[in-house]
């Protein structure tokens, strides 16, 4: 089965600018995640959809970031204006019901400057 | 509070040495446990998994980890490293009664692989 797909893969910007991150998940997987993941860091979690709709978003700073799920299919992740301390990498994780592992994509890295 | 424990950032193998990487969970539930492996400018693959049942799990490349109730632990091992192991660790923790909550990580070991 195809995997979980994200783009782009990195991206550079300044900062107070705004940026946009996209995955698709497994066909199928109800569960999305994003998370962030600070260098030398574990991944932490900003927010949680459960098809379009959001179950756990507490860890998102909700005063720049947003996230969507529509048709409960893809998702973006925007930041805006992006922060210096929100260079990370950003991954996007599915998950069907039962007893499966979660599904990671390659990530978006981002850095700004 | 719900939190994984890698005690170790870096460790350093010789080629061919065993291996065990450490962790440690405090979890109010019981625990789903994994293991994931992560090399440079990759996502994250899964190694291994509990859910329940033998403690013993077996995992792709020859890893393996044993799952201690009494000690909240999921430590990772292999008999063998191979230069190829050499990447970062995560072990990671999530609910076994709350399908799809997302999972706890800790912070991460390093592996190198000494020739």
């Known amino acids: 089965e195809a995997g979980v797909a994200q783009s782009p893969r990195y991206k550079i910007i300044e900062k107070r600018q705004s940026v946009a991150f996209w995955c698709n998940p497994i066909?199928?997987?109800?569960?999305l995640y994003w998370y962030q993941q600070i260098l030398g860091q574990g991944p932490k979690l900003l927010i949680q959809?459960?098809?379009?709709?959001?179950?756990?978003d507490s860890q998102l700073p909700k005063d720049r970031f947003s996230a969507e799920r529509l048709k409960g299919v893809d998702s973006t992740l925007k930041i805006q204006p992006a922060k210096l301390e929100d260079s990370a990498v950003y991954l996007c994780?599915?998950?069907?019901?039962?007893?499966?592992?979660?599904?990671f994509g390659s990530g978006t890295r981002l850095t700004v400057v | 509070a719900q939190s994984v424990t890698q005690p170790d950032i870096h460790i350093t193998v010789s080629e061919g040495a065993s291996l065990e990487l450490r962790c440690n969970y405090s979890?109010?539930?019981?625990?789903?446990l994994f293991w994931y492996v992560q090399s440079p400018g990759q996502g994250l693959q899964l190694l291994l998994k509990?859910?329940?049942?033998?403690?013993l799990v077996q995992g792709i490349k020859g890893f393996e980890a044993e799952f201690k109730r009494s000690q909240s632990s999921f430590n990772l091992r292999k008999p063998s490293v191979h230069w190829s192991d050499a990447a970062e660790y995560f072990c990671?923790?999530?609910?076994?009664?709350?399908?799809?909550?997302?999972?706890?990580f800790g912070k991460g070991t390093t592996l190198s692989v000494s020739s």
């Open positions: 994780a599915s998950r069907t019901t039962g007893k499966d592992g979660y599904t």
């Open positions: 066909s199928g997987h109800a569960t």
């Open positions: 959809f459960q098809n379009n709709g959001v179950v756990d």
């Open positions: 979890y109010g539930a019981t625990p789903y």
């Open positions: 509990y859910f329940s049942g033998d403690t």
């Open positions: 990671a923790v999530g609910p076994a009664n709350q399908a799809g909550t997302a999972l706890i």
